[in-house]
């Protein structure tokens, strides 16, 4: 599973690799679906490190005209890491489930621009410093988000620290240092 170009499809329907995100994105196409929007998520691994996630909301496109609720829309994630890419499709919204929202874009890219923003990093290996989940995150966010959309701030606030003698102010400076 750990290699960045092959395909497997693991227990709970991941999917590992380039190759088998282009195929899940061929049959979007082929159904019809489009994308309304772009986040980028954070899950912790641990007290100090989140690991980022893009999840791209999407819609069959004959609920166009008409909102059919949530129940229509389902959520594309988008992970990378030392395993390679991963990509998991889910009914229910990830935050849910412990994902924080870091950020949010209207997002009316076609799969095809999905596709075209994966190769263009393709190549890449993964590097803690270097090329590392975050870089991913931004680079799917900058090429596929269109305008904005407010998320509050205390979504980055939710994570208490206090347990760590952390404060929320340490907090954002250790992240402009690169820390977190």
């Not at 092959?6 to 227990?11: D, E, F, I």
């Not at 095809?112 to 923003?117: G, T």
């Not at 990093?121 to 090329?131: E, P």
């Not at 994570?159 to 240092?177: A, E, F, N, P, Q």
Request: some cysteine.
């Amino acid at each position: 599973m750990g290699q960045s170009m092959g395909q497997s499809v693991n227990a709970a329907g991941s999917r590992f690799g380039f190759h088998s995100a282009y195929d899940l994105l061929d049959e979007f196409i082929g159904n019809g679906h489009e994308f309304e929007q772009i986040s980028l998520l954070a899950t912790p691994l641990n007290m100090l490190v989140d690991h980022h996630q893009v999840c791209l909301k999407h819609r069959p496109a004959s609920c166009c005209a008409v909102n059919l609720g949530p129940s229509w829309n389902g959520f594309l994630v988008f992970e990378f890491g030392s395993f390679g890419l991963a990509t998991d499709m889910e009914q229910v919204d990830p935050t849910l489930f412990g994902a924080r929202r870091l950020e949010s874009h209207q997002c009316t890219a076609h799969p095809d621009d999905v596709k075209r923003a994966l190769s263009e990093i393709q190549q890449l290996q993964y590097h803690v410093l270097t090329w590392n989940c975050q870089h991913f995150a931004r680079h799917m966010l900058d090429r596929l988000g269109n305008r904005p959309i407010s998320v509050p701030q205390q979504a980055f606030d939710e994570r208490s620290d206090l347990d760590l003698g952390i404060t929320v102010d340490d907090r954002r400076r250790l992240k402009l240092r690169g820390v977190f």
